[in-house]
């Protein structure tokens, strides 16, 4: 899935210093909170591996969970760092990123880096897919049950109006730094709605919850692994479906997204010198509803990232024992 849109390079990799210092996602966007990190880590007794935490809480129960299994199994020292994903990668050829767990596709990154300069490269499936679409509370499909249909929200966006979109019904875009298609499609499809950004992850899905406790309208962008998912329903809207290559021009998007299979990606160092720590990373996958319950710990159970990431390792033994390496 393409997850980081706006907050380009337009500093390019001189910034991803600054950027990993102030342990920040870049451009204005509210980032996952770094997990266990500190400004200057110690050596663990087999040395440190740099994660990066993307800004959505399912990255953050990614790292929480390998975090856990790196520091305690392996004996390494992890320093994880709450970035964007086009900050992040840069890290790749600096030396200051070694993993990014669960990359939403992004082709003009992975020519940059893996094709172009060969500083990362693809370490396989992390498990997850990623379902990315437009979404409304469930409340509206029983009372509108032809609003699911793209080509029908023109004759709804008199419900979407908000003071933000004017005469236009607000379409809710999430975090400004995740790459959509949105205004594109909103564009091609000739809709009379107009984005507006939540801001983040958690804006998106208060608006969501919000919409459904008091059945206000709301249409918005949306994704699953997410835990929201399994608290209240949304449901997808149908736009025209995906076709290879519908999505080549940017500008000219018409179709749907396409389902996505998450894949870890891993600084070329990393795997030339990572030893055991590179091939725990390369085992990592586990499923979306592994994802979800991690990422419901720390959400709603009242959990910190660490203790949620030892609890799904105390209960789990039988589904992380083949991802470490004998030693």
Not at 144 to 161: G, M, Q, R, V, W
Not at 278 to 294: C, G, M, P, S
Request: hydrophobic share 40%; charged share 20%; aromatic share 10%.
């Amino acid at each position: 899935m393409q997850r980081t849109f706006g907050a380009r390079l337009a500093a390019g990799v001189a910034i991803i210093s600054l950027a990993l210092a102030a342990c920040s996602s870049g451009g204005g966007a509210t980032a996952a909170p770094s997990i266990g990190s500190s400004a200057a880590p110690s050596e663990g007794a087999t040395g440190t591996v740099n994660i990066a935490i993307n800004p959505w809480v399912g990255a953050e129960a990614n790292v929480a969970v390998v975090k856990v299994l790196l520091e305690d199994k392996l004996g390494y020292t992890v320093n994880a760092t709450s970035l964007a994903e086009e900050i992040a990668w840069p890290g790749f050829e600096t030396g200051e990123i070694d993993v990014i767990l669960e990359n939403w596709g992004h082709p003009d990154l992975e020519k940059t880096y893996i094709t172009d300069k060969g500083v990362a490269q693809d370490a396989g499936p992390n498990g997850v897919t990623g379902i990315i679409g437009w979404y409304v509370p469930e409340w509206m499909v029983t009372e509108y049950p032809d609003i699911t249909d793209s080509s029908n929200l023109n004759n709804y966006a008199e419900l979407f109006k908000t003071s933000e979109s004017g005469d236009q019904g607000q379409f809710l875009g999430s975090d400004q730094t995740f790459v959509t298609n949105d205004e594109a499609l909103i564009k091609n499809l000739d809709l009379n709605f107009k984005q507006v950004f939540s801001g983040s992850e958690a804006a998106s899905i208060t608006a969501f919850q919000t919409a459904t406790e008091q059945k206000k309208p709301l249409i918005g962008y949306f994704y699953d692994p997410q835990w929201l998912h399994s608290k209240i329903k949304l449901v997808k809207v149908d736009l025209p479906a995906y076709t290879d290559g519908c999505d080549a021009d940017p500008k000219a998007i018409a179709c749907d997204y396409p389902l996505y299979t998450l894949n870890k990606i891993v600084a070329t160092s990393f795997v030339e010198s990572g030893g055991a720590a590179y091939e725990l990373v390369k085992n990592f996958q586990w499923t979306n509803a592994d994802q979800n319950l991690v990422a419901d710990y720390i959400t709603n159970q009242g959990m910190t990232a660490e203790e949620a990431g030892k609890k799904w390792v105390a209960d789990n033994e039988a589904a992380w024992k083949a991802w470490v390496p004998a030693s």
